[in-house]
Every structure is written in structure tokens, then in C-alpha cells.
């Protein structure tokens, strides 16, 4: 079976999120990874963590909202917007 291969401009996106993820704090990180990605709950990240459900819920509105600024500063930038320039017959 024959393997999809990623077009150049899914692989800069995701070369660009990386370097995102990579920029944040390890905390930052690890609580949108397991949240996100691994799909834990949310008691099970604040065990495993040591925080307070209080805590989370802040670390994880924060880490998101500043993880969607840096993605859109940095993708959004480069998304040439569609002009509607063709002649209508």
C-alpha cells in the first residue's frame, strides 16, 4: 500500500506549528498535547500534573489562546486571499 505523501504547503504548516509548540513552555505544551492530541481528561492531566482543576482549565485557556495567535500571525500571513477577478460571461 502506497503512503500519502504531505503537499509542500501542509509540510511548511506543519513545520511552522512545530516551531510553535517547540517556542511554548514545556507546561504550556503538555497540557494542549494530552488535552488535545492524546485526548486525556481532565482529571487525569491534573493527577499526573499536580495541579488544580482551576489551575488547568487557566494553563489550558491561556496555552490555546496564545498557541492561535502565534499559528494565525504566522500561517495567516502567508494565505493570499481570494480575488473574484475572473469576467462573468
Do not use: C, W
Not at 503537499?7 to 509548540?21: C, N
Amino acid at each position: 500500500m502506497q503512503t500519502k505523501r504531505a503537499s509542500p504547503a501542509r509540510r511548511k504548516h506543519q513545520e511552522i506549528v512545530a516551531q510553535i509548540l517547540a517556542s511554548m513552555s514545556a507546561r504550556d505544551r503538555e497540557v494542549l498535547k494530552r488535552f488535545y492530541v492524546d485526548g486525556q481528561t481532565v482529571n487525569q492531566i491534573i493527577a499526573d500534573l499536580g495541579i488544580t482543576e482551576t489551575e488547568f482549565r487557566r494553563i489550558k485557556l491561556e496555552a490555546r489562546a496564545s498557541y492561535g495567535g502565534r499559528v494565525k500571525e504566522a500561517i495567516g500571513a502567508r494565505i493570499v486571499p481570494r480575488t473574484n477577478t475572473a469576467k462573468r460571461a
